[in-house]
């Protein structure tokens, strides 16, 4: 009973390095989103997608790119890394309408 | 303006207190609302759905106040155990952004004995 899976669980990126978030959910929900909290602001939307093939950016969406190429996967990719990009990344799956279920997170930290 | 407001608090009750938080949000064809809990570096899990009818879970009441654009976490008889971050999340619904959820920034619980 996986839900939604993210890895890595903890990673350490230098100034400018690339590297992708992974997020897996077998639930077969349409609804996928990446979210990032950092300490009093929540947890501010990144990019969501509807479905295969359809993403869309949410509030912070610059610094990233996501891809839904199948229902079940929706990789977030950090094209240059910044210290502003050190944060907690959660990674969301859910039917529309209803609640949604996240990964136990990523923890990044950008030096 | 945000689409969904909380008071972040912090709220500091002793056990056995009654604690209120509220939540408001600004676009009135939302249609979806969930009170999520967050425990310290942890996910958030979902605590209750909202219904307009209001619903209960053991000592936990949501309310949902459409014509104030408001949602309402009750909790009862306070246990150390409740201390974590609640957050509050609207599904605006409709459209492309189906499925969207807003969420507030969360209101920090502090129960203490």
């Known amino acids: 009973n996986a839900g939604v899976t993210q890895t890595p669980k903890f990673q350490v990126l230098k100034t400018g390095q690339s590297m992708t978030l992974q997020c897996a959910q077998d639930m077969n929900h349409e609804y996928m989103s990446w979210y990032r909290q950092d300490p009093g602001m929540g947890l501010r939307l990144i990019h969501y997608?509807?479905?295969?093939?359809?993403?869309d950016q949410g509030e912070v969406p610059n610094g990233y790119n996501v891809s839904r190429s199948t229902t079940e996967d929706f990789p977030l990719r950090l094209l240059s890394a910044a210290p502003s990009q050190t944060s907690v990344y959660f990674c969301a799956s859910s039917y529309p309408q209803d609640r949604a279920h996240f990964g136990n997170g990523t923890r990044l930290t950008v030096t | 303006r945000k689409e969904v407001e909380q008071d972040p608090g912090p709220f500091n009750v002793p056990e056995g207190a009654t604690v209120a938080f509220n939540c408001t949000y600004s676009?009135?064809?939302?249609?979806?609302f969930f009170w999520y809990r967050q425990d310290c570096r942890k996910e958030p899990k979902l605590l209750m759905s909202v219904y307009s009818s209001g619903n209960e879970d053991g000592r936990f009441t949501a309310q949902l106040n459409r014509a104030s654009q408001y949602i309402s976490l009750l909790i009862r008889d306070s246990k150390l155990s409740d201390s974590a971050t609640y957050l509050c999340?609207?599904?605006?619904?409709?459209?492309?952004?189906?499925?969207?959820?807003?969420f507030g920034r969360g209101t920090q619980l502090t129960v203490w004995p």
């Open positions: 997608s509807v479905g295969a093939g359809i993403t």
């Open positions: 999340a609207v599904n605006k619904g409709g459209g492309s952004t189906l499925g969207r959820l807003y």
């Open positions: 676009n009135s064809a939302s249609q979806s």
